[in-house]
């Protein structure tokens, strides 16, 4: 004969075993939201450069550079995008470094010249997943460039005049980051990205675009190509103070990603 508890025993134990079960799924579930994964991204950028550079009194020099101009007199260069995110929050930082050497297009005040400048940028945001495709962020963006001219003016009579002026300057640029990413069938990747600012604090006004498809080989690799889109107008100074920086820097990137 049955124990008269044993219907009740048996029913708590079914609820103990239920809840028990349910809690261990949703810690479980907690904590895959929760994990935090890394992404290690190397890329290649194939840039053109359009805009002048201004140094002291002296005319701005005016910058058009196709990728065989740049990477034919590139000394060093590197680009390395790194990415910390689990299902709420993305930590991202990305570094740029270009060295440019550009012969200067004579004009109606300069008979020859060239024109360098090393531009180093160091970006990092942090951004909020708003949906399951879109997030939102802030971040800011360090850059350092070192510019440097030597040109032939020319003078009344026909003679021309040796100048050389350099000066290194660096500033911040905070700004606002909207990002688009995903995946269809867990394989194939797109992503969007956005950001606008300088406002006065750095830049007077600065703005970027990317835009990258790409394909996931294995849980560990991903390979993607894109196109990216960087602008920054810096002003600052007069006379020999003066330092002028406006730049379009735009072209397609290629990026080898490690997942962990």
Known sequence: MKHPYSRALLICGTLVFWIGLN??????????????????????????????IGLRNLPAINVDASPGDIFGKLQFGGMLYLEANNDRFVLTSDLLFMNLNQDVVPGRIIESGKADANQLAWEF????????????????????????????????????????????KTWFDPFIVIRVKGAVQDKWLYLLRTDAGGVGIGST???????????????????????????MDYDKGEGEDRFRYNMKIFGPTINFGFNF
């Open 23 to 52: 809690g261990t799924i949703r810690i479980s579930a907690q904590d895959t939201e929760n994990k935090w994964e890394f992404l290690v991204e190397p890329y290649l950028l194939f840039p053109y450069m359009s805009g002048d």
């Open 125 to 168: 945001a942090g951004l909020y997943r708003v949906a399951a495709v879109l997030e939102i962020g802030l971040g800011g963006r360090v850059n350092n460039v070192q510019a440097g001219i030597d040109i032939e003016r020319k003078e009344i009579g026909g003679e021309t005049t040796a100048i050389h002026a350099s000066r290194s």
């Open 205 to 231: 006004f600065s703005w970027q675009l990317q835009a990258q498809i790409g394909y996931q080989f294995s849980p560990l690799f991903h390979l993607k190509a894109g196109y990216r889109l960087l602008y």
